[in-house]
Structures are given as structure tokens and as C-alpha cells.
């Protein structure tokens, strides 16, 4: 093995890096927040309503994100959505996660145990204000694992943003190894790099979890 | 004293598809007086009750809490979510399982519908909290949340989040159920403290001692029917109904060893 090579390669591997760090989080928050808006429509909206959320659902799980993430980009200037690489990138993230997401958080909001809810609408508690203080905080909680589980395979799907030229890590990775031959140095970097991020995720996850569950864990 | 509504239910049904669980029901309570529902389980007490604030809708009748219909601007017509709402504040319910909301201390599960509902500000509503803790006995627990709690006292939290909204009714569905033997007592007391003060409560308990000391009224219900109501020497001492003494034969079975 030769690793001189990431003495040129390194500055743009770490720009790369920087690039999949931000797609991934960026696409995991609106992905998060689409996902939270679609499970609130699904728990408080009509049935018709409902129903389009169900084959939005089934058509973004249903298909893969490759094909997603061609349509958008590539198909989109047919409809006039002209989009440059990284906003078409997080986009498609962010459609991509948000059926996963909202699964979550509706599961999640079906672990808050219904007596809870009742009890604040016998206080006279209004709905929008029942889900704030109460709905939100205990189904996030109950969400959390699932939550941190999910951005982490989502951080491994930035890889196919290369293929519409986000100048992400893979796409570096690709880069350095069609230039200098240097396949496996290249991936290695690529799975080192993986790696760092989601042990990182998994540990603020975790401590995470530690903290929101502190005073809801019964200790006799 | 505190201000004590009266409740009349008329004619009331309701049905779980097929299942009839409420059949025709009268009961009127008088505002100050305490009326404890008895019966078997399934018999469609805790229904009857849920009913009363409209947490279950009822299907057809009445109930009316101060004179005004509860859940239904006229037969068939729903009411508002504001004005139910409005209707619901003067009305406290106790559940069998606390309820408590656990990401809240005890303090704060009372302060939280002081603060949304009725709109103090967080000092104002603490404080009040504080009071209605400290007469329920836990002056010393307000920090706690209530998974740091023992069912007993988190019963009570319930009952300080309920009387700290100052209703003029309170609704306690089997409160003393889940809870362990020994702790059973604090709470009835907290409620015998509650129906010395004069505040019109309806009480679904299989605690017959309860029934027997406290009530006004005691009812007897049976398979969506309301079988008898009287007071409760009568009910309890002398039934008149057959399903009231298999009922209570069953209970003073259960009861002795």
C-alpha cells in the first residue's frame, strides 16, 4: 500500500468529508422535520388526507434512492426544477428519510400511553397544546433509538450523491482512485471515515438517551 | 367552601359497536353531595363516568352538569372543542392508572394546567401548585418526578393536579385500584378530606368501606344498568335486588379469610 498519495488527496478527502458531514446532517434534520410533519398530519389530519400520506410513503420506501435521486435531478428541468448537484443532493435526502422518519415518530407517539393524554384533555388542555407539552416530549423520547438508528444508515446513502457529482467523500474516493489507481487506499480512507462519523453519531445518541430518559426510569 | 355543581343524566346510551354498555341510564347528584358507583367490572360504571366530562361521547340522552348539556349543543349537534373544553375546566377526574405526565415533576404536573388552562403565569401557577401539594400531603415531594414516586403518592399528585383547577366536580374512576394494599389508605383519606369540604364528587370504587362512610349515595350498576340507587346503608346493608346481594356476597367472599 501506498499512502503518499494522501498527501496531494488529503485537503480535498477532508473537503469531501466536510461535504458528507454536512449532506448528511442537513438531510437528517429536514428529512426529521418532514417526517414529523407527515406523522402529526397522519395522527390529527382527514382520511383523505391520510391516504395521500400512505402512497407517499409507500412510493418513497418502495422505490430505491438511486432511482429517486435520478428522477429529481435529471427528470426534474422536464417540469422546470432546475436544481445544482448539492440542493438536488439534500433533497433527495431529505424525501428519501422523511417515510422512515414519520414511521418513527408515529410509532413513537403510539407509546405515550392514552391515559396521559386523556388526563390533560380532562384538564381542558387545548389539542395544540397537548401535543407541544406533551405528545412531542414523550413520543421523542420514545423515538430517540429509532431516531439515532436511522441517521446512521442515512450518513451511508450521502455515498450515492456522487452519482449526480456532489462533491462528497465517495465522490473524492472515486476521483483519487480513477486517477491514481489506488482502489483500495482510497476505500480505506472511505470506511475510516464512515467509521469516525458513526461512532460519533451513536455516542452523542447515546448520551442523548442517557439525559432525556433520566427522570422517567422508575428507581426503587 | 368550594363552589359544587349538580349533575343530571338522563336517559343516557351508549353502545361499543354491538356492545350496549350503557342502557337508559338516570342519576342525579345533588352539587355537594358524593355518589360512589358500584358493580361488577364491565358493568358500565367507569363508562357512566367518563361520560360525565365527555372523554366518552355518549350516544343518545343527556347529561347535564350545572344545568347545561355536556358534549352536544343539542341532541346530535356537537359541541365545540373551546366550549367543551370550558365545560371540562370546572370538572377534575382521578384515574385508576394516575396518569401523571412522567417528563414533569410533581410540582409541575399540577403547575401545567394552571399555566395552559387557565392561563397564570409559571410563578403564580408554582405556588398554587405548592398549596395544592402541601394539602395532599406532599409539601416535601414537589421536586419528584413521579417515576421517583410511590403509587400512593402519585395518586395524590393526581388529585393536587385535579382540586388545583378549583372544579366544582370531581370524577375518580377506581382511584385506589392499582394500588398496593398498604397504600390505599392515604388516598381515601386525601378524598374523605375532599368530601368534608363539599365538593359535589362521583366516585366509581370497589372500596365498599368508602362507600359505606362517605357517600351520600351509593349506585349499583349491572350490565349497563342502573340497577338502585340509595343511600348507602341501604344499598350495602340491606338490598333489596338479587344482583345487588350476589354482588355483595361475591365482595365479602373475596373479602374474608
Same mark, same amino acid.
Given at each position: 500500500m501506498d499512502w503518499s498519495i494522501l498527501q496531494q488527496y488529503g485537503p480535498a478527502l477532508l473537503k469531501g468529508f466536510g461535504?458528507? %458531514?454536512?449532506?448528511?446532517?442537513?438531510?437528517?434534520?429536514?428529512?426529521?422535520?418532514?417526517?414529523? %410533519?407527515?406523522?402529526?398530519? /397522519? $395522527?390529527?389530519? !382527514?382520511?383523505?388526507?391520510?391516504?395521500?400520506? /400512505? *402512497?407517499?410513503?409507500? *412510493?418513497? $420506501?418502495g422505490t430505491p434512492f438511486l432511482v429517486q435521486l435520478f428522477v429529481l435531478y435529471y427528470g426534474g428541468p422536464l417540469i422546470g426544477l432546475r436544481l445544482d448537484a448539492l440542493p438536488a443532493g439534500l433533497l433527495g435526502l431529505t424525501i428519501y428519510g422523511s417515510p422512515y422518519f414519520a414511521e418513527i415518530f408515529r410509532s413513537g407517539f403510539r407509546g405515550v400511553p392514552h391515559g396521559q393524554i386523556e388526563a390533560a384533555r380532562a384538564i381542558?388542555?387545548?389539542?395544540?397544546?397537548? *401535543?407541544?407539552?406533551?405528545?412531542l416530549p414523550l413520543g421523542l423520547v420514545s423515538s430517540l433509538?429509532?431516531? %439515532?438508528?436511522? !441517521?446512521?444508515?442515512?450518513?451511508?446513502?450521502? *455515498?450515492?450523491? !456522487?452519482?449526480?457529482?456532489?462533491?462528497?467523500?465517495?465522490?473524492?474516493?472515486? $476521483?483519487? !482512485?480513477?486517477e491514481t489507481f489506488r482502489y483500495v487506499e482510497a476505500n480505506l480512507v472511505l470506511a475510516l471515515f464512515f467509521w469516525a462519523l458513526v461512532e460519533a453519531i451513536s455516542r452523542v445518541g447515546r448520551r442523548l438517551e442517557t439525559h432525556v430518559t433520566k427522570h422517567l426510569i422508575e428507581r426503587t | 367552601m368550594l363552589a359544587a355543581s349538580s349533575v343530571e343524566i338522563r336517559k343516557v346510551n351508549k353502545h361499543f359497536g354491538p356492545f350496549h354498555a350503557l342502557k337508559d341510564v338516570d342519576l342525579v347528584i345533588e352539587p355537594g353531595k358524593v355518589n360512589c358507583l358500584i358493580g361488577p367490572s364491565g358493568s358500565g360504571k367507569s363508562t357512566l363516568l367518563r361520560c360525565i366530562n #365527555?372523554?366518552?361521547?355518549?350516544?343518545?340522552?343527556?347529561?347535564r352538569i350545572d344545568g347545561q348539556l355536556i358534549g352536544y349543543e343539542a341532541p346530535g349537534k356537537k359541541m365545540s372543542g373551546r366550549r367543551l373544553r370550558e365545560m371540562r375546566r370546572s370538572i377534575g377526574m382521578v384515574f385508576q392508572q394516575f396518569n401523571l405526565w412522567p417528563h414533569m415533576t410533581a410540582r409541575e404536573n399540577v403547575a401545567e394546567g394552571l399555566i395552559r388552562v387557565r392561563g397564570m403565569s409559571k410563578s403564580e401557577a408554582h405556588e398554587r401548585a405548592a398549596e395544592a401539594l402541601t394539602k395532599v400531603g406532599l409539601a416535601d415531594r414537589m421536586t419528584n418526578h413521579p417515576a421517583r414516586l410511590s403509587g400512593g403518592q402519585q395518586q395524590r399528585v393526581a388529585i393536587a393536579r385535579a382540586i388545583a383547577m378549583?372544579?366544582?366536580?370531581?370524577? #375518580?374512576?377506581?382511584?385506589?385500584?392499582?394500588?398496593?394494599?398498604?397504600?390505599?389508605?392515604?388516598?381515601?383519606?386525601?378524598?374523605?378530606?375532599?368530601?368534608?369540604?363539599?365538593m359535589t364528587m362521583v366516585v366509581v370504587t370497589h372500596e365498599m368501606g368508602f362507600a359505606a362512610h362517605v357517600a351520600d349515595k351509593v349506585a349499583f350498576m349491572e350490565k349497563g344498568e342502573l340497577v338502585s340507587v340509595d343511600i348507602p346503608d341501604r344499598i350495602l346493608h340491606h338490598p333489596e335486588d338479587a344482583r345487588i346481594q350476589s354482588f355483595l356476597r361475591t365482595y365479602h367472599e373475596r373479602n374474608n379469610f
Open positions: 461535504n458528507t %458531514v454536512l449532506c448528511w446532517l442537513l438531510g437528517t434534520v429536514f428529512g426529521m422535520a418532514l417526517g414529523l %410533519v407527515i406523522a402529526l398530519l /397522519q $395522527r390529527y389530519g !382527514s382520511r383523505w388526507l391520510n391516504w395521500i400520506i /400512505q *402512497v407517499y410513503i409507500e *412510493v418513497i $420506501r381542558g388542555m387545548s389539542e395544540p397544546a397537548i *401535543v407541544r407539552r406533551i405528545l433509538p429509532a431516531l %439515532v438508528n436511522f !441517521s446512521i444508515i442515512l450518513t451511508k446513502e450521502t *455515498v450515492i450523491l !456522487s452519482i449526480i457529482t456532489v462533491p462528497e467523500l465517495m465522490y473524492q474516493v472515486q $476521483r483519487m !482512485s480513477t | #365527555f372523554l366518552e361521547e355518549y350516544d343518545s340522552g343527556e347529561i378549583e372544579p366544582r366536580l370531581m370524577l #375518580f374512576d377506581e382511584p385506589t385500584s392499582a394500588l398496593d394494599p398498604e397504600l390505599v389508605g392515604e388516598v381515601l383519606n386525601v378524598m374523605k378530606t375532599l368530601a368534608g369540604e363539599g
